[in-house]
């Protein structure tokens, strides 16, 4: 029992002796420079993007002239739209089936892209797919 009471006392001292002073913060001896992180415009970003691609006909893409993962331009009218992905016809020769799939993962402002449209598209070359049609990875599609 005196065991037990020479405990609670012991506790008891402890908890009034407790530091309840607020503590202060560290300081630094050395100097810090207090920058806001500067963040580029979104047309700033857009503009180089678009600035380090090559415009390519669609004959370039079909018989592998343009390497895989290069930035490239293609120009041309959405002949369909299915599920995120735009058929894109070659701009300059419309009569033939020649087209481009296109993945949409537009990073610029979001316009609704319908049939019969006349694309700029900024993108990634992907290769071709299992259908032997070149595919780009669209990163800004500009309605023309």
Do not use: W
Not at 55 to 82: C, I, M, R, W
Not at 100 to 112: F, N
């Amino acid at each position: 029992m005196k065991k037990l009471f020479a405990m609670m006392i012991t506790a008891a001292i402890l908890a009034a002796c407790s530091n309840d002073e607020p503590k202060k913060p560290i300081e630094s001896t050395e100097s810090v420079e207090e920058t806001a992180p500067v963040e580029p415009a979104s047309d700033e970003v857009e503009n180089g993007l678009k600035a380090d691609t090559v415009e390519h006909e669609y004959a370039a893409f079909a018989d592998d002239q343009v390497p895989v993962n290069s930035k490239v331009k293609f120009l041309g009218t959405v002949t369909a739209v299915n599920e995120g992905t735009l058929t894109v016809q070659n701009k300059t020769d419309k009569s033939s089936d020649e087209i481009i799939y296109v993945k949409d993962i537009r990073l610029g402002e979001r316009t609704d892209i319908l049939e019969d449209f006349d694309v700029s598209v900024y993108g990634t070359y992907e290769g071709k797919d299992d259908e032997d049609v070149p595919v780009i990875k669209g990163i800004f599609i500009d309605v023309d």
